[in-house]
């Protein structure tokens, strides 16, 4: 049984079994992907919560910024940071640039490569960055882009949407779940390309990666 959550004003610590809302059914995995992917960790209707709120307290620390430039990183950040960037816009008074950089390190693989390579898509600069990411696992991809966009800013800040807890020595500054150690997929992320478009996240079957 998923756990019912209704306080998203701070980072919210998933449990194994899942969370959803209260007025949200028991979630179910969809009849296609049911040999692949073996459960719902966070629906859709907490998403959406927990975006609402993160995009209050960026506003919080950007107060007086007027305006930002949010650095979505491709591919796996591409939902997340729409649906964030559109509440940034709707709830506060931030002005929003929107700026894309892709980086990839997984591959087609469970585990990192280690290697992070950054495609610069767009000229990025800005006085106040947001540093926008679907992921933090081991916190290679986060140094490295860090590292990159330190000199193009004056006030960079980042934003994840999950973090598993693993990564050491690196900062982010607005985390919306603290989840278990398992590989996820859906609202952006995949496994070898799969899942990207569900709207929620789920758990990938262990036997299916490799
Ligand atoms: C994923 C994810 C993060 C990164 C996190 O990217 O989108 O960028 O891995 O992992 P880390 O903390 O261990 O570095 P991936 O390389 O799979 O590219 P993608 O976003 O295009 O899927």
Known sequence: MHKVVSDFSKTVVVPDEGIRLPNEPEPKIREKYANELEKVLITKGCIKERVKALAGEIENAFRNAGE???VVVLKGGMFFAADLIRALDEQSNLRTRIDFIKCSSYGAKSYSSGNVNIFQVDTIEGENMLLIEDIVDTGNTLKVLQQFLLDKSKNLKTCVLLDKGIAKGV????VGFRIPRVFVG????????MYRGLPEIVVIKKELLK
Not at 186 to 193: E, M, P, Q, W
């Open 171 to 174: 900062s982010i500054d607005f």
């Open 68 to 70: 930002i430039t949010c």
């Open 186 to 193: 859906g609202y952006g992320l995949d496994y070898a390309g």
